[in-house]
């Protein structure tokens, strides 16, 4: 039996089609409609209320937290500010990469950390010898994000926190209807929108206040499928799908630093000792092998391959999460690894891992689309991520 | 003559007013669109008429506007963001209803419940509507060769049409010939039995025109609706984020940002024409503006018999025009109601509010609909097409609060005695009860009500008689023969002076296809 979130009373009645799949070892909607559509326009047109409580979720407190967490991560958690969150990517010594995820100051010496995968062991191994208490909250702690332009508005009518005041990726202790929650300005979807923690006890109480307050504006649960979408429009990478942790990676080839998924962004310059430090300054004086990007796969000839067999373009409403090779000048020069048609943009998108010095925007390229059996391809060309990037996400 | 001086000038900000301005813009052109209400958008816009109220004030729903369009110009940039709507449900007379849901599987089931046949049959009907769907989408996006021209140009074009024909098959080319000249309710007869499933499909062929179910013609009208089911973009009837009126504005985005420059609020008097040749606009307010192109984006009777004098154009050329036929047949009632609608047969909140509301219980229904109109009245209970943007968009309304936009057919523009304002709004009530038949709590729930005849559609957006495509889509006026025969190519026989709208080959819907077509035939001609 796989394991299910504390708001599943509620989100299990309205999976109409029964479409679950696994997240972590949770059972996880894919949608709650037969498909995603409404789902995902609710991120981008009012919003969507995602269960994402499998997210594995650490509380680190004590003396020596901080320095325990700048040991670990990419970032400078000296600079960490409270009531401030990183995004970061943490390495192993050789600098590959071994998860991502959230890093939130609650207080002096009190942290929250999400991830992908389980971190039990590789924050006590990080640990020894340090004043640091590290508990494992994934279960206690049950989490929403409500994301879209109209998140604010919704939660504004059920917490005195004044969230103009809420910046992006920062976090604060409030209430929603009298249930101490955490609420923070964070999310997959590359979207204005919040990630609501709390108490797995009160779970299906905030969940129903913000069903009920959230109402009027459309508030919409969604499922994993639209979450998908939304992500890849955002550039957001995601663990075993674009990339393999060091930790699980079979073959060396399989692991990438930050650099080559896009997140060297994330590698502090400046600060102390942390790990993969050496490697990863000499990676960022010689240069990447690898780049991460977006491609656009020009849409007149991706049609052109489906017409040339009397079809019309077939595109579906769910992403794919397959590895997909991409050439140039028609050697391969990578390989994509997660895809969608973009709803909002109106074009298929990829995310692409891509060999120097192919990465470049601008860079013509060709990705493989099979068509009636047949392997073609359809042209493309590299984009800066994020492809799609709203003001009100920051504002 | 004052200003600066333009390379082009388009009269009106229709949508395909708008495009040809963007692609015209993008070639370079130094464009200007003119348009003589505050707003762009002609019968794609929205208007906030009762406070908090915004409404989709005439077109409501969109699915035929050119994939290429938004890509060429993209709109998705300029504001463009289509929002599902999922459902079709028809309530019937007996108090059950009959849903088409977005799910295949659920649809099926739906219909297997009022006939098994007709579920199978539906699966096979789909699939030949999506060939003829293909089979004509060629079509949209060729410039009309004129069959008894014998210009190399019209004879490549006929060659390229006959060879697509021939493509298809004996068995697609005798489906689409049946398409082009039978009656919808023929053409669903030979494929259904479940009478309200027959009327609400049929419904998509009587739309915007002067035609009942069972009037031959009818079934070409339902394919072009049939269309935007085929492109990647919608696959689906969407809803516009903001209301139709926000497409027009990402199209005007999209013609700013390309160099166009657009003025509301300038309302064109006439086409200056000098030596056979225009040479620019006269404005209402007395101001002249030259351009080398003057390109109108109105109606075949405004861009001909009033924009310019007809009496310098050739006889047979007037006469088309006067013959071409407008006769607006559909009404519209905007309401902005307190609550939601309960619907006897699926009462309370629920999904198939975010989708239409199809009021077409029966063919005979629908066909007595018409017969009123025929005879020059308003339908007594007409077809309605319902749709609850707030539901979709909650920016449409207050929260809590919502908007109705209910299409109604029929509304003859020449009404017996002529439009008033007492005729408007028994229009209204005729509307509204007929409505709360299925929605008894409808009439408690109405805050304000605005009720659009043919007669102020005109009136508004300038549309003759109201016919919301500019022109039936009537096989007689389509193609190479719309507007009028040998003038299907965009052009006129005045030099420099073009037409863009939807009057052109292929009209009809928030497509933009003619106001492409018609930057593409005016930038393929040399100066």
């Not at chain 1, 967490?69 to 500010?81: E, H, P």
């Not at chain 1, 204005?192 to 129903?208: F, T």
């Not at chain 1, 959230?214 to 663990?239: C, F, H, K, S």
């Not at chain 2, 394919?223 to 990402?250: C, N, P, V």
């Amino acid at each position: 039996m796989l394991k299910v979130t504390p708001f599943h009373p509620r989100t299990s009645a309205l999976v109409r089609a029964q479409t679950w799949r696994r997240w972590a070892g949770y059972q996880m909607a894919s949608a709650y409609d037969p498909h995603p559509d409404r789902e995902y326009a609710a991120v981008r047109s009012s919003a969507a209320l995602f269960d994402v409580s499998p997210l594995h979720k650490y509380r680190i407190a004590g003396r020596d937290a901080s320095r325990l967490l700048d040991r670990m991560i990419t970032r400078d958690v000296t600079k960490l500010k409270m009531g401030q969150v990183y995004y970061t990517p943490w390495c192993d010594a050789a600098g590959k990469v071994v998860d991502d995820g959230t890093l939130s100051r609650l207080d002096d010496t009190t942290y929250r950390l999400t991830s992908a995968d389980s971190s039990l062991r590789w924050l006590h191994m990080n640990a020894v010898g340090m004043d640091v208490v590290i508990q494992d909250v994934s279960e206690q702690l049950a989490t929403l994000a409500l994301q879209g332009p109209l998140s604010r508005t919704i939660l504004g009518r059920l917490t005195p926190l004044d969230l103009s005041k809420l910046k992006y990726f920062r976090v604060a202790h409030t209430t929603i209807r009298e249930i101490p929650v955490s609420i923070s300005r964070t999310g997959y979807t590359g979207d204005l929108g919040y990630e609501i923690w709390v108490d797995a006890r009160h779970a299906l109480p905030l969940w129903d206040a913000l069903i009920e307050a959230g109402t009027p504006y459309g508030i919409t649960p969604a499922g994993v499928w639209a979450l998908d979408i939304a992500r890849i429009e955002a550039g957001l990478i995601m663990l075993d799908v674009d990339y393999y942790s060091s930790h699980h990676a079979l073959i060396e080839e399989r692991k990438s630093s930050p650099f080559e998924i896009n997140l060297g962004w994330a590698v502090s310059a400046s600060k102390g000792p942390f790990n993969g430090r050496g490697a990863l300054a000499r990676e960022r004086e010689r240069g990447s092998e690898w780049g991460f990007v977006g491609l656009e796969i020009d849409w007149s000839s991706f049609e052109r391959l489906f017409l040339a067999r009397h079809l019309p373009p077939q595109i579906s409403n769910v992403a794919w999460r397959v590895s997909v090779p991409v050439y140039v000048h028609g050697a391969q020069a990578g390989y994509a690894t997660s895809g969608c048609w973009s709803p909002i943009l109106k074009k298929p998108l990829a995310l692409a891992h891509l060999m120097r010095p192919h990465f470049a925007t601008g860079t013509a390229v060709e990705i493989e689309v099979t068509v009636e059996h047949r392997r073609m391809r359809a042209e493309a060309v590299v984009r800066k991520l994020p492809f799609y990037d709203p003001e009100r996400k920051k504002a | 003559m004052s200003g600066r001086r333009y390379d082009a000038i388009v009269i009106g900000g229709g949508h395909n007013g708008l495009v040809t301005a963007a692609y015209l813009a993008r070639a370079g052109r130094r464009t200007l669109v003119l348009e003589k209400r505050p707003l762009v958008g002609g019968a794609a816009v929205t208007e906030e008429v009762f406070p908090g109220f915004r409404f989709t004030v005439f077109s409501y729903v969109v699915s035929l506007l050119r994939p290429e369009i938004i890509r060429d110009l993209d709109l998705p940039k300029h504001g463009l963001q289509i929002l599902p709507l999922e459902s079709t449900i028809t309530p019937l007379d007996n108090g059950d209803y009959l849903a088409a849901w977005s799910d295949p599987d659920e649809t099926r089931q739906e219909l297997r419940r009022h006939s098994p046949r007709d579920a199978d049959a539906s699966a096979i009907f789909g699939h030949l509507m999506h060939h003829m769907a293909m089979a004509v989408k060629p079509i949209l996006g060729m410039i009309p060769p004129d069959p008894t021209s014998l210009s190399p140009r019209d004879l490549a074009g006929l060659l390229r049409l006959g060879k697509h024909f021939h493509s298809l098959g004996p068995e697609r080319f005798h489906a689409l010939h049946k398409l082009m000249t039978m009656s919808s309710a023929d053409y669903l007869d030979e494929w259904f039995e479940f009478d309200p499933l027959k009327a609400t499909r049929s419904a998509s062929g009587i739309i915007g025109t002067f035609l009942g179910p069972r009037s031959p013609g009818s079934a070409y009208v339902l394919l072009h609706h049939y269309m935007g089911e085929i492109d990647g973009a919608f696959r689906a009837w969407g809803f516009q984020k903001g209301g139709t009126g926000a497409i027009s504005e990402s199209i005007a985005g999209a013609a700013r940002a390309l160099g166009a420059e657009i003025r509301t609020n300038a309302s064109v008097e006439r086409v200056i024409v000098k030596n056979g040749r225009a040479t620019g606009v006269a404005l209402s307010c007395g101001e002249e503006i030259a351009a080398s192109l003057v390109i109108s984006g109105l109606d075949p009777r405004l861009t001909f018999t009033r924009l310019v004098d007809p009496k310098t154009l050739p006889g047979d050329l007037v006469e088309g025009v006067r013959r071409y036929k407008f006769r607006g047949s559909s009404g519209k009632v905007n309401l902005a109601l307190s609550g939601l609608p309960d619907l006897s047969c699926l009462p309370g909140n629920g999904r198939h509010l975010r989708g239409a509301i199809s009021i077409s219980p029966s063919l005979a229904y629908l066909e007595r609909a018409y017969d009123d109109a025929k005879y020059g009245e308003f339908s007594r209970h007409p077809y309605m097409d319902v749709v609850l943007p707030s539901m979709i968009d909650p920016g449409m309304a207050p929260p809590g609060q919502h908007v109705m936009s209910i299409f109604v057919q029929y509304a003859p523009y020449h009404l017996n005695g002529g439009w008033s304002a007492a005729k408007r709004e028994a229009f209204g009530d005729a509307v509204v009860k007929t409505l709360a038949r299925y929605a008894p709590n409808l009439e408690s729930l109405i805050l304000h009500r605005q009720v659009l005849t043919p007669d102020d559609i005109e009136r508004m957006t300038g549309l003759s008689e109201g016919n919301i495509f500019q022109g039936e889509l009537a096989l007689q006026q389509l193609f190479f023969l719309r507007p009028v025969p040998q003038w299907a190519k965009y052009r006129t026989p005045i030099e420099g002076y073009w037409q863009c709208g939807s009057g052109t080959h292929p009209g009809g819907g928030i497509m933009g296809a003619s106001g492409r077509l018609a930057a593409r035939e005016i930038l393929g001609t040399p100066r």
